[in-house]
């Protein structure tokens, strides 16, 4: 089944280093992909997402490419900062069975923490 | 703030109980999802209704059921707890089903004991 690998946390960094949070997936299909995140305390925030291969999702300094021939799609920023310390939940939609699903599978999370 | 609402936030009951969990999507939005989290398990994937039909249906135990009502907010059973049911449960919400974004509320905590 489809599945997705998050490279296992915690990141530790300090503000203003280079991040990168590798996601791997395995899918049937064209699944759109998507970088969430999850501050303490709160609900999951949709970061970013990429729809075919090659796009390229950003938001907020955040960036990700959908790459189909190492079925990648690895989070990175160039400098963080204190705030984006929280978990970081990569996900693909899975469009298995019905045309009208669209579930998520998501990775089992990479908590980054920025310290000044 | 994604427009998803989810109530009550917190939920504390005892084994053997029935709870229900509530989720109002955001305007426009036909389909919902239902997610649990849990530090075992992770995200997992319970259920999907989409404007009120059940679509797709994940790991959600036979103790667990859930509808879409016809102004599309959505409530999640829970009966016969058990302790490991505690968890937080989202909801989340999308134009449509297939590969659209979904919004996500802010949970509600279960604790059993």
């Known amino acids: 089944g489809n599945s997705v690998t998050q490279m296992e946390g915690p990141v530790t960094l300090s503000e203003e280093a280079f991040l990168t949070i590798n996601c791997t997936y395995t899918?049937?299909?064209?699944?759109?992909l998507f970088w969430y995140v999850q501050y303490p305390g709160e609900g999951l925030q949709l970061l970013l997402k990429?729809?075919?291969?090659?796009d390229k999702g950003s938001n907020k300094g955040f960036e990700a490419t959908y790459r189909k021939e190492t079925t990648s799609f690895h989070l990175e920023k160039g400098s963080v900062q204190v705030s984006d310390s929280a978990v970081y939940f990569c996900a693909l939609s899975d469009l298995a069975g019905s045309s009208n699903t669209g579930k998520l599978i998501f990775g089992q999370g990479t908590t980054l923490q920025v310290k000044p | 703030d994604s427009g998803v609402t989810q109530t009550p936030k917190h939920l504390i009951t005892a084994t053997g109980q029935r709870v229900t969990l509530r989720c109002s999507p955001r305007s426009g939005d036909l389909s919902v999802y239902w997610y649990q989290q849990s530090l075992d398990q992770g995200l997992q994937f319970l259920i999907q209704?989409?404007?009120?039909?059940?679509?797709a249906k994940g790991n959600i135990l036979e103790r667990f059921s859930a509808q879409q009502f016809p102004d599309l907010h959505s409530e999640l059973n829970l009966s016969s707890l058990e302790l490991g049911d505690s968890a937080l449960y989202f909801c989340?919400?999308?134009?449509?089903?297939?590969?659209?974004?979904?919004?996500f509320g802010p949970g509600t905590r279960l604790t059993v004991t």
């Open positions: 990429a729809t075919k291969a090659d």
């Open positions: 209704y989409y404007n009120g039909e059940e679509r």
């Open positions: 989340a919400s999308s134009v449509a089903g297939g590969p659209y974004e979904q919004y």
């Open positions: 899918a049937t299909g064209y699944p759109s």
